[in-house]
């Protein structure tokens, strides 16, 4: 077990809507990533969050968004959803002063119609 | 920007036997971190091994354990005395403090230990 829960495990969406997903991780993981895992393929690093101000970000639209909360949660939020949005996406927070190991969450499963 | 490639899309061994996972990887950074990852079908990624790029020794996890080529910007997974429960995707990893601390994957291989 590492301690990252996520939630839902499965979500259904059409293409246009908006979806959230959540994470919720140890105390004292101050750093959360997200990443996007499409099928058969290795995950894609959306952005990261550290002490609740975005820390980075890989190659995706502003349409995806996040929040991290004091409490060690944290959300991934998408709009106006597109057909290739349907992923795994996966949660990864880590511990400060330990930056270079992250703990994944199982993940949620996205998919869009 | 850092590349992570895994040439082996798919790998079977015999319980009990040795197998070895390839990894090759590009950048131009000289601290680094590398690392495996084994996600079953359970979708959890789980941490395997971590190696440093400062550190010459070849990192060893119980069964798992590393080769780690530098110069060949090369690193290898090697899983001894396989176990059905090892049977997942494994996905090599690269991560640099100077690029941000985000994970970099291969595109995985996916082992199968048959009884």
């Known amino acids: 077990e590492t301690g990252v829960t996520q939630s839902p495990t499965h979500l259904i969406k059409t293409r246009g809507q908006q979806v959230t997903l959540r994470c919720s991780s140890q105390?004292?993981?101050?750093?959360v990533s997200w990443y996007q895992q499409a099928l058969g393929q290795g995950p894609q690093f959306i952005f990261q969050y550290y002490r609740e101000e975005e820390n980075g970000r890989g190659n995706f639209p502003p349409r995806f968004s996040g929040l991290q909360f004091p409490n060690y949660s944290s959300e991934l939020n998408v709009n106006a959803l597109e057909l290739d949005d349907s992923a795994l996406y996966l949660c990864a927070s880590s511990l400060e002063g330990t930056k270079n190991i992250q703990y994944f969450g199982a993940g949620t499963r996205l998919s869009v119609l | 920007a850092q590349t992570v490639t895994q040439s082996q899309p798919e790998m079977s061994v015999q319980e009990a036997e040795t197998v070895t996972l390839s990894c090759t990887y590009d950048t131009s950074e000289s601290n680094y971190y590398l690392f495996w990852y084994k996600q079953p079908p359970s979708r959890q990624m789980i941490l395997v091994i971590r190696?440093?790029?400062?550190?010459?020794q070849n990192a060893t996890e119980n069964r798992f354990s590393v080769n780690f080529q530098k110069a060949a910007k090369s690193f290898s997974l090697k899983i001894s005395d396989s176990q059905l429960g090892d049977t997942a995707m494994y996905f090599c990893a690269f991560m640099s403090p100077n690029a941000g601390n985000m994970l970099t994957f291969g595109g995985g291989t996916r082992l199968m230990v048959k009884p």
């Open positions: 190696q440093e790029a400062y550190k010459q």
């Open positions: 105390s004292g993981h101050n750093t």
